[in-house]
């Protein structure tokens, strides 16, 4: 796509926005909500207008209103992350947060570590990752091990599942049928009471699908089921128990490759994967610190299945987690937090590592106009020894309506276990480690604000494959340390504007240069862009639009074809609880890849029922 063409889709959109809001979607950059809260950013709840670091917050309403299936697909319509995705739903799918992949990216969803401990790297595949059932989504940006540890060099999704939120007994159903045979359901019910609450999700997604490969002749469906659980008691004022509990089980048909051309092609290939995880904790107080004990087990069990080939290789990992964390609020202007954990990752024929960790956080505010987080945490790994990161944020109320922020903080990523036990591993590889600067300002004003925000990641001792190194013995290459930086740096821009009492208008823009020392990082986008309105015609109508843009795109056989997809939906409150809605993804049938010999989804055609109880 030409640049002149670009900027017709993006003008397009914006005529579509102001003149006739029968195009509604929010993309709304929550950072911005100045009361706000967010859960991630630092080692207790803070005012998002209090954080100095580059945070995003989805609520429910935000995840309901976007109507993306797909957490990716949401996740891609804020600021500084994009994914690439080998076919439709449910293929394997690699967020980016920044031009980092998902090897740089912590995951959790309701306190436990999702990622997967025997994948070539530990990280997390969002191809299986459905919005249906969760009630937040946080993405913090930047390295971050000072908070989470290993692996959170490019930031971090938190994920929360469905809560109570009235007194009593409540809940929800949705249920969406659309193109390709799809059909989806979630239901979630609980219990809030005056000394505790409980709460239950379930849902099921099916579809046909589409071909994986580029022009195939058959499609390749996904299958998901999903349960979650999490309960809490307070026996007392000062002591609580609670656990939490999730599951998912899918399968997913994909295609292989031609054993002549090795290139995509038609196969009867699948993969079947669950993901069990459950976690134990207790908060209790003792004078003015309040403190909680936790232990929390993952267990990931993967399978790919080659019918034609006539065998299966499983990969199956296991994580223990006993963490204990502190925090005393010394008055309104200090705020002190601390911890220990102990964890053991093991996968299935490679082994197992330990690593034990400490750390600690102290919040100042010493005037009223400047909130400062002062982190810092060590990892001792029983492979590589001891790593120290930290972290320093400022957020400056310069005025009422300006707020300036700046962080830097440094992290790692430990080698995975296939990398370092499997036939292409090397038992000597070390730690990575980043260093992340980031400078942002926010202008608030009458209906609405906007905020950009300057960053820059340095990656050393990047892990990846090297044709040439021999220590593994395979005789066509190893894992090994690359020789050089990994720098990602650019811009983040957002904004939203209340353009009439019942009609907002929001986008965000980011410009990302990421390079290795051998050149420019594939599947980056250099520029990406989102732009949506959503808004009342009535007091039961609802309608919305958006247009998602990606240009500047290499892989490694060179430039790959700028998209701009344009999403439409309507809905209609049947009740005050009640909702009814029709949604087309991809309303131009845009003919798009964001993975070479892939395809993408077209036009989509889904309609669904919300319900509330």
């Not at 971090?156 to 599942?161: A, E, Q």
């Not at 849902?203 to 580029?214: E, L, Y």
């Not at 102990?342 to 400490?358: I, W």
């Not at 965000?508 to 959503?534: I, M």
Request: proline letters at 3%; aromatic letters at 10%.
């Amino acid at each position: 796509m030409s640049a002149s063409r670009a900027a017709l889709y993006l003008t397009t959109a914006v005529g579509l926005a102001t003149a006739c809001p029968a195009l509604a979607q929010d993309v709304t950059d929550t950072t911005t909500t100045l009361d706000g809260i967010t859960v991630s950013a630092s080692s207790q709840p803070v005012k998002l207008s209090e954080t100095g670091t580059s945070v995003t917050v989805l609520t429910a309403d935000e995840l309901q209103k976007s109507g993306s299936p797909t957490l990716a697909e949401q996740l891609a319509l804020t600021p500084g992350v994009s994914f690439t995705r080998n076919g439709g739903l449910g293929a394997t799918t690699s967020l980016r947060i920044r031009g980092l992949n998902g090897t740089y990216i912590g995951t959790r969803l309701d306190g436990i570590d999702i990622t997967d401990a025997a994948g070539t790297t530990n990280s997390y595949d969002f191809g299986t990752a459905l919005t249906g059932g969760l009630s937040r989504v946080e993405v913090l940006r930047g390295s971050q091990s000072a908070l989470y540890g290993a692996n959170a060099v490019a930031g971090v999704v938190d994920m929360t599942t469905w809560r109570p939120e009235t007194e009593g007994t409540s809940g929800q159903v949705s249920v969406e049928a659309g193109s390709e045979k799809t059909l989806s359901s979630t239901a979630s019910a609980g219990i809030l009471g005056s000394r505790g609450e409980l709460a239950f999700t379930a849902g099921r997604t099916v579809t046909s699908g589409i071909s994986a490969v580029k022009d195939g002749s058959e499609d390749d469906g996904f299958r998901s089921s999903m349960a979650s659980l999490y309960g809490r008691f307070d026996a007392t004022e000062t002591l609580s128990f609670g656990a939490n509990g999730i599951w998912q089980r899918s399968k997913t048909d994909m295609d292989g490759s031609d054993p002549v051309t090795w290139l995509p092609a038609d196969t009867n290939d699948r993969t079947e994967q669950t993901l069990r995880g459950g976690r134990v904790f207790t908060d209790f107080t003792i004078g003015a610190v309040s403190n909680e004990l936790a232990f929390a087990r993952t267990e990931t069990d993967r399978s790919y299945i080659y019918p034609d080939g006539g065998y299966t290789s499983d990969f199956n990992s296991t994580r223990n987690v006993l963490d204990y964390t502190g925090h005393w609020a010394a008055s309104e202007a200090v705020g002190l937090n601390w911890g220990a954990a102990t964890s053991k990752e093991t996968a299935e024929g490679y082994g197992d590592t330990k690593t034990n960790s400490v750390n600690g956080e102290l919040l100042l505010k010493p005037v009223d106009t400047l909130d400062l987080s002062l982190a810092a945490r060590n990892d001792v790994h029983d492979m590589f020894g001891a790593k120290t990161t930290g972290r320093i944020a400022a957020a400056w109320h310069a005025t009422p309506d300006w707020t300036l922020r700046a962080s830097a903080s440094t992290g790692f990523r430990a080698p995975s276990l296939y990398q370092l036990y499997s036939p292409y591993g090397d038992a000597n590889l070390k730690a990575e480690t980043s260093k992340t600067f980031e400078y942002g300002a926010e202008r608030s004003f009458e209906g609405g604000s906007v905020q950009a925000t300057v960053f820059r990641t340095t990656i050393t001792n990047r892990i990846d494959w090297d044709y040439t190194a021999t220590s593994c013995g395979s005789g066509y290459g190893c894992y090994n340390q690359v020789e050089g930086d990994t720098v990602a740096k650019g811009i983040e821009l957002t904004g939203t504007y209340d353009l009439t009492r019942n009609w907002t208008l929001s986008g965000n823009y980011t410009y990302t240069d990421a390079a290795t020392a051998s050149g420019r990082a594939v599947l980056v986008p250099r520029h990406t862009a989102n732009l949506g309105v959503d808004g009342l015609v009535t007091d039961r109508w609802h309608l919305g639009g958006s247009v998602e843009y990606n240009a500047d795109i290499i892989d490694s056989t060179g430039p790959m074809p700028d998209y701009a997809l344009f999403n439409a939906s309507v809905a209609y409150d049947i009740n005050d609880k009640t909702q009814a809605y029709v949604r087309i993804d991809n309303l131009f049938d845009r003919d798009y890849e964001t993975v070479r010999y892939y395809s993408a989804p077209g036009r989509q055609l889904f309609a669904g029922l919300r319900a509330r109880f």
